[in-house]
């Protein structure tokens, strides 16, 4: 068995605690920040200290999902286009326009003649090229991965400095909106050039792009400050300033264990945190702070069934978990008003959504027939077997998300009730990484993916992109379910936006049918935020944006 006991976590509260109280900032507010709080007019100067659960791993933008990479990346490389995180809509940033051709095979863009990175360098259609041809084609000798929000990608054409054409071997309807995500931020061209671990922990510094901060100091794993460009002039219109950002400086702190983030925050040792967990929010709230839940617009926080693995493989098995599983009371129990139950694979905020809430009934008693049909029979010590097989799984913690170790503890006792033994692999665990890319070891998978299109999908349960249902084999290079991959594939390569809406549907539906998944609850990402800290924002997927805030302490 391979149930594992909570790690202890009087080590992590203690380091916590020393690291933000030496970040402790004057409580005396200076004559601006006084007249600022009396008027509500933002005023430049000041330091913002940022409490992060994780530290960053890589700054790769292709492997900076990770929030607490996006978190850097975002407010270090600016990016073609701009998607406003309240419309979803495009604007220009970088590029002043584009064009997109009927079969979405070929994009132009526009550039600005202004832009420079933070080494002095210009942001032209050579360097944005460079960029792109990284991301889309990946480089293997550098370990350097195709980047997930890319699909299709065949070249790009330089026309002249400030115009870029890329090429794409299939229609690419999602490539608009992947040069506006954190996966897409544009690097120096000396930058590029590095191995995967020169983009790692320890190299911030070098890493330079064209965002409104640069890295200025890294203490590896525990600490990294962001310090404002002053020459930065080139933020998208919808933004409600230009020039400069008006903080001067935002020290990342991390701090892991969730009491002592929040008690860190209410106490005046931090500004702003996230990763508000659900049995902390009225602690924030109660010391008249506020919280902020912006959704991640993606594949929702969920269970993924690994359905090639033996035990996984009759349908019955799959839907008697779905049915086996009170989502309900799962969310009432460990989550909140800030975490809506979640009525299909993907939010309902995202593009594409469409209802499929009928597959996802919690009805312990239909989960017990399906099992009886299928053959798997209670044991005198509760577990369910078939022809001498227990019904025991193992599922992956996953720790980045909000009490992961706690849903699927209480998942295992619902599924207990009907018969199915499911146990827990800890994050930590000595081959962890190997894994949970193995269906006979991991059957059960917890995961989400945050990014407003509808190739999210994709990303998430496609063969060579996450394939986090192991569709693929990959010793053997087959494909368990054909169908599911030509729905995704579909998804990402419909250049007519009404069909590529009824693509993301039908395969939101075919997943919900096949019950590959057990989907909880739209994700957000809940932030705690000091009184005197003004307009914080937020991507469209809801990682930091540093640039409009503001602080009057």
């Not at 990946?138 to 370990?143: H, I, L, N, P, Q």
């Not at 671990?197 to 330079?208: C, D, K, N, R, V």
């Not at 930065?232 to 892991?256: C, F, K, L, N």
Request: glycine residues 8%; proline residues 5%.
């Amino acid at each position: 068995m391979i149930l594992h006991t909570p790690i202890p976590r009087r080590a992590l509260a203690v380091g916590a605690i020393g690291l933000a109280g030496a970040l402790l900032l004057s409580a005396c507010a200076s004559p601006a920040a006084t007249e600022s709080a009396a008027t509500g007019e933002p005023v430049e100067g000041g330091t913002l200290v940022y409490l992060e659960h994780q530290p960053f791993t890589n700054l790769y933008p292709p492997a900076a999902g990770f929030y607490p990479n996006g978190a850097i990346i975002n407010n270090v490389a600016d990016r073609l286009v701009y998607q406003n995180p309240e419309t979803l809509e495009f604007e220009p940033w970088v590029a002043t326009s584009w064009e997109v051709n009927a079969d979405a095979t070929q994009y132009t863009f526009e550039l600005r003649d202004d832009v420079t990175f933070s080494d002095g360098s210009p942001l032209d259609a050579e360097v944005v090229a460079k960029n792109f041809d990284l991301f889309g084609l990946g480089d293997a000798d550098r370990s350097l991965t195709v980047s997930e929000a890319v699909n299709n990608y065949a070249s790009s054409e330089v026309v002249d400095d400030d115009t870029v054409i890329f090429h794409f071997s299939a229609p690419a309807p999602g490539f608009l909106q992947a040069t506006s995500t954190i996966n897409s931020g544009l690097l120096s061209s000396e930058t590029l050039d590095k191995n995967l671990e020169g983009f790692g922990a320890g190299s911030a510094q070098e890493i330079i792009g064209s965002g409104p901060f640069t890295v200025t100091a890294e203490e590896l794993g525990s600490q990294l400050t962001l310090t404002a460009r002053e020459d930065y002039d080139w933020a998208p219109e919808s933004m409600d300033h230009s020039g400069r950002a008006r903080i001067d400086t935002v020290q990342i702190v991390v701090t892991p264990e969730s009491a002592v983030r929040a008690g860190s925050l209410v106490s005046g040792q931090g500004d702003v945190a996230r990763v508000i967990e659900p049995q902390d929010e009225a602690l924030v709230t109660s010391a008249g702070y506020t919280l902020d839940a912006p959704k991640t617009n993606g594949v929702n926080n969920a269970l993924n069934l690994r359905f090639r693995n033996e035990l996984l493989s009759d349908i019955r098995v799959r839907q008697a978990i779905v049915a086996a599983v009170d989502r309900e009371g799962l969310v009432d129990a460990l989550f909140g008003e800030n975490y809506p139950i979640a009525t299909s694979t993907i939010a309902s905020t995202a593009p594409g959504y469409i209802d499929t809430s009928e597959y996802y009934v919690y009805d312990p008693e239909k989960a017990a027939d399906l099992l009886d049909e299928a053959g798997w029979t209670l044991g005198a010590d509760g577990v369910r077997s078939k022809d001498g097989v227990r019904l025991s799984l193992v599922a992956s913690e996953a720790s980045a998300q909000t009490r992961s170790f706690d849903t699927l503890t209480l998942v295992s006792q619902q599924l207990g009730e009907v018969g199915i033994e499911m146990t827990i692999m800890r994050e930590g665990t000595g081959d962890y990484a190997a894994a949970i890319l193995d269906s006979d070891r991991i059957q059960v998978q917890h995961s989400l993916v945050g990014r407003a299109d509808m190739d999210v999908i994709k990303s998430q349960y496609y063969s060579t992109n996450r394939n986090i249902v192991l569709n693929l084999d990959r010793e053997d290079s087959s494909i368990g379910d054909p169908k599911l991959e030509e729905l995704l594939a579909a998804v990402a390569s419909t250049p007519d936006p009404e069909a590529r809406v009824l693509a993301s549907q039908a395969a939101q539906q075919y997943i919900a049918e096949q019950a590959y998944v057990v989907p909880f609850y739209e994700d957000p990402q809940v932030y705690g935020i000091a009184p005197y800290i003004h307009d914080m924002s937020y991507e469209s997927v809801a990682r930091p944006s540093f640039y409009e805030v503001w602080t009057s302490k």
